[in-house]
């Protein structure tokens, strides 16, 4: 029991999917923005390079879950 209340919270603690898109469209409008200097702007890259790879993961999670669905109904 105590295992699943960790792996729990750490699911928890990362972004869904959604959220890391979200936070990915604020860093870019962040990003278009003027006024950002060149250390915020780096800052801000590595953060959205970060989620990105996030997104990327848990999109191809998602299509391996697809794919198995479809090969067990067949």
């Known amino acids: 029991m105590q ?6 919270n750490t699911e928890r603690e990362r972004p869904s ?6 936070e990915l469209e604020h860093i870019v409008q962040e990003l278009e923005k003027d006024d950002v200097s060149l250390e915020r ?3 801000l890259y590595q953060k959205g390079v970060e989620l990105s790879k996030k997104c ?11 794919q198995e669905v479809q090969s067990s109904s067949n």
Not at 56 to 66: F, R, V
Request: hydrophobic share 40%.
């Open 41 to 43: 702007s780096i800052e």
């Open 17 to 22: 999917f959604e959220q890391a898109l979200k």
């Open 56 to 66: 990327s993961d848990l999109l191809e999670k998602a299509e391996l879950k697809i």
């Open 3 to 8: 295992e699943m209340n960790v792996e729990n």
